[in-house]
């Protein structure tokens, strides 16, 4: 029997945090995660408790991409240089952790066992005072969502810090930067974008994909990206949708200092998850076929067809929706004047339905 931690989907930061992390995981080969995570039917990830044993601390947060000592771009003042052996020990010392507690991001708590907490404490003098910093939400894990510690501006209400995180969401969140990447190509521009399911396979598979499509040589809208990437994952992933986990689908947007959010009409969503309507919608080859579906212009797809059928017969170009077509040689018009008729049938029969995926 496998000696591991479940993690179940909760807030969106726990959910980057624990993102994050797994692509850490992935990135440096400690475990085939994208494997497990693709074999799993569940809503939830498991963690080996040995998996910290192997992080390398020195790597990832003294010359890696996560800087927390000190004054650090990413969480100030998380750890001091002091601290820094502590914390590699702290990290080690993970693999003990016991659901003892609840706690205000995982919802469940884990926390290390008093004995080897006081161990910890005992060998650096400087642990106290870390322990004292992790368990409760303060600027150390986001200077953009969380209070100040006990001064205004950006306090809780009594200067009274509620929020409890348990001492493995205090690790996990040090890496939901590396969940988000930038969502605008332009210089200068710092729009980063997340993708929140409510299944950790879901999110790991969408934001892969739509990273993907980031790195391509177009640049798409925050609503065409969130489409072609629901288009790709149900094409490429087999997973079973109810409509709840459908409508928490949601792209989470950070702008400078905002966090925004985004998300598709349900009725949108649920037919570009359906496998065979997104085949046929990449079989045209076409955006603007996506673009009248994002729009909800089912009808306008039969149109389409029409006049794609009486310029085939006429060649007169006068249409306005033919400008649109980039494919316009008379094969790709033929395969499209097909593809059409049968896809807005589809489309309307899951409507009329309303069924599951």
């Known amino acids: 029997m496998r000696d591991c931690i479940k993690l179940y989907p909760s807030n969106w930061l726990y959910n980057a945090s624990v993102i994050g992390f797994l692509k850490i995981l992935y990135e440096k080969n400690i475990k085939k995660i994208e494997e497990e995570i693709s074999a799993s039917e569940k809503s939830y990830i498991e963690i080996d408790r040995e998996i910290f044993a192997s992080i390398d601390c020195d790597a990832l947060y003294r ?15 998380y750890i001091q240089h002091d601290w820094q052996d502590g914390f590699n020990e702290f990290v080690k010392k993970l693999a003990y952790l016991e659901n003892v507690n609840e706690c205000s991001f995982c919802t ?8 080897k907490k006081r161990e910890l ?25 969380a209070p100040s510690d006990g001064k ?26 590396l969940a988000f990447f930038p969502s605008d190509k332009e210089k200068g521009k710092t729009h980063q974008i997340f993708i929140n399911a409510p299944s950790f396979k879901i999110m790991w598979y ?3 994909f739509t990273e993907q499509l980031f790195k391509g040589k177009e640049q798409y809208s925050i609503r065409k990206m969130l489409g072609m990437s629901l288009l790709e994952f149900s094409q490429r992933i087999y997973i079973s ?19 925004d959010y ?18 046929l919608i990449t079989q045209t080859n076409e955006p603007y076929v996506l673009e009248l579906v994002l729009d909800g212009k089912f009808d306008m797809l039969l149109n389409l067809a029409h006049m794609i059928l009486r310029y085939i017969e006429t060649k007169d170009e006068k249409s306005k929706l033919l400008n649109k077509i980039k494919n316009k040689d008379l094969y790709s018009l033929k395969n499209l004047a097909v593809i059409l008729p049968e896809l807005y049938v589809k489309i309307n029969k899951i409507l009329n339905k309303g069924v599951n995926i």
């Open 63 to 77: 010359r890696g991409n996560i800087s927390i000592v000190g004054n650090s771009a990413n969480y100030k003042n």
């Open 108 to 115: 469940t708590g884990w926390f290390l066992p008093e004995k």
């Open 121 to 145: 404490i005992d060998n650096n003098e400087y642990m106290d005072r870390f322990f004292k910093g992790i368990e409760r939400y303060t600027m150390r894990f986001s200077s953009i969502l």
């Open 152 to 177: 205004f501006p950006n306090a809780f209400w009594d200067l009274n810090q509620s929020f409890r995180v348990c001492h493995l969401c205090s690790y996990l969140i040090i890496h939901h930067h």
């Open 206 to 208: 969408l934001n892969k």
């Open 241 to 259: 949708l109810g409509a709840w986990s459908i409508m928490n689908i949601e792209m989470v947007i950070k702008k400078n200092n905002v966090i």
């Open 262 to 279: 985004y998300s598709l009409p349900y009725e949108i969503s649920i037919i570009l998850l359906q496998k065979d309507i997104a085949s």
